[in-house]
């Protein structure tokens, strides 16, 4: 009987065993800086402008590690993926790293650093949403209103929004991810048409 019962046993843990959800998936927007072959050195001069890019903000349902999509007005939580960071870092970063590529001569960092910046700016994103739609396709939406404060107080502080859309699918986590990084692209091709200090 005990024989019995052992064996029993065993067969659930191994049909349970079977049935395991798959290792999770973490994921970063794409910086593309992985295929440099050779080390790059920037060097700044102390008279470089130094533009700082303030922690940015987004809704609090959505600061937390979880990829979400939308369909209609309830929120879906994927159970295969996350981000290695949390959403504001994760953009915040991401954000940092596109304006910095667009403008190799100014030091562009969302880090403290020693002295006054050239010049701050504030980012607060209002909605980010990525719509599902059916059939594995999205549409997706980003609000946001951002602020260039230069530290010269005669000069006028710079105060923009705008929306911006992207589609796409949606069919893997990954494929979030892309959306969301379109939608980020849109907003920092459109702050960088003005001066950033």
């Not at 064996?7 to 910086?31: H, Q, R, V």
């Not at 349902?61 to 504001?88: F, K, P, Q």
């Not at 859309?165 to 939608?183: N, Y």
Request: hydrophobic share 40%; proline share 5%.
């Amino acid at each position: 009987m005990n024989k019995f019962i052992a064996l029993s046993s065993l067969s659930t843990l191994f049909i349970l065993g079977g049935c395991s959800a798959p290792p999770l998936k973490y994921y970063t927007f794409n910086e593309n800086i992985i295929n440099q072959s050779t080390n790059k050195i920037t060097q700044y001069s102390e008279i470089s402008p130094t533009i700082i890019i303030t922690p940015i903000t987004i809704p609090d349902y959505l600061d937390t590690t979880d990829i979400v999509t939308r369909e209609n007005s309830s929120l879906h939580h994927s159970v295969n993926g996350r981000m290695s960071s949390v959403l504001s870092v994760a953009i915040t970063d991401y954000v940092t790293h596109l304006l910095s590529v667009k403008n190799p001569t100014l030091f562009i960092t969302n880090q403290r650093q020693v002295g006054m910046p050239t010049s701050q700016i504030l980012i607060n994103i209002s909605h980010l949403d990525v719509q599902n739609l059916g059939n594995q396709n999205g549409s997706a939406i980003l609000e946001a209103d951002w602020s260039i404060i230069p530290r010269n107080e005669h000069l006028p502080i710079n105060k923009q929004k705008g929306t911006f859309f992207a589609s796409g699918s949606i069919a893997s986590d990954s494929d979030v991810i892309k959306i969301e990084e379109a939608l980020l692209i849109q907003l920092v091709n459109q702050i960088n048409k003005n001066p950033l200090y």
